[in-house]
């Protein structure tokens, strides 16, 4: 079965600093998501990666794909308080009919 | 656009009793899916339909659980009897159309859950 690791699970971070987490999955995959929870509130989709090198940016979140690392990355530019959350990256196999794979999700804490 | 509706947003039962929850995908949206997301994990699928029909039911414990969607729309799912373990926020979504390699039509929209609390 397709297995989906993020790291880390937990990050606390001052705001105006960078950082990145890390998606990794173990076998191909035929797109990639990221996704932003609230606490209490549904999963709200932030990017779509379809192929190798996608980089996607909105705001001060920017993704991107490896394919063959099976690797995805998002990096927090000089964060602000807004960007506490979790967020989850989940992975999609078209042999199992779109069927989503997510990760753990990361608790991202961003302070003062 | 309306997106998509779940109720109750919590319940709270007693193990060994049995509970159902009802999901209302946005309109015209023919596939259907349940997730179950556990806290500190992420979601996990639980059934897929397309229109009224079942694609994937792999993970659903089906010794307890069951789910329908009888006229392509609306969908329930039920635990019949409830266990300690099933204490999980229960994720309904929906996308416009089902797999089909290469597309961005199969995005999924999630409603806001059920919380379920077996005691």
């Known amino acids: 079965e397709l297995k989906v690791e993020q790291n880390p699970l937990f990050l606390s971070m001052q705001e105006g600093k960078n950082y990145t987490i890390y998606c990794n999955y173990s076998t191909t995959s035929d797109r990639l998501y990221w996704y932003r929870q609230d606490p209490g509130k549904s999963l709200e989709s932030l990017f779509v990666?379809?192929?190798?090198?996608a980089v996607k940016q909105e705001g001060r979140l920017m993704a991107s794909l490896d394919t063959k690392a099976r690797l995805s990355t998002l990096h927090i530019t000089a964060a602000v308080h807004d960007l506490s959350a979790t967020y989850f990256c989940?992975?999609?196999?078209?042999?199992?009919?779109?069927?989503?794979?997510f990760g753990r999700g990361t608790q991202l804490t961003v302070w003062p | 656009e309306a997106g998509v509706a779940q109720s109750p947003r919590y319940k709270i039962i007693e193990k060994r009793q049995s509970v159902a929850f009802w999901c209302n995908p946005i309109?015209?949206?023919?596939?259907l899916y349940w997730y179950q997301q556990i806290l500190g994990q992420g979601p996990k699928l639980l059934i897929q339909?397309?229109?009224?029909?079942?694609?994937?039911d792999s993970q659903l414990p089906k010794d307890r659980f069951s789910a329908e969607r009888l006229k392509g729309v609306d969908s329930t799912l039920k635990i019949q009897p409830a266990k300690l373990e099933d204490s999980a926020v229960y994720l309904c979504?929906?996308?416009?159309?089902?797999?089909?390699?290469?597309?961005?039509?199969?995005?999924?929209?999630f409603g806001p859950g059920t919380r379920l609390t077996v005691l």
């Open positions: 309109s015209g949206h023919a596939t």
């Open positions: 989940a992975v999609v196999r078209g042999s199992t009919l779109g069927r989503l794979y």
């Open positions: 990666l379809l192929s190798n090198g």
């Open positions: 979504a929906s996308s416009l159309k089902g797999w089909t390699s290469g597309s961005g039509d199969n995005e999924q929209f």
């Open positions: 339909f397309q229109n009224n029909g079942v694609v994937d």
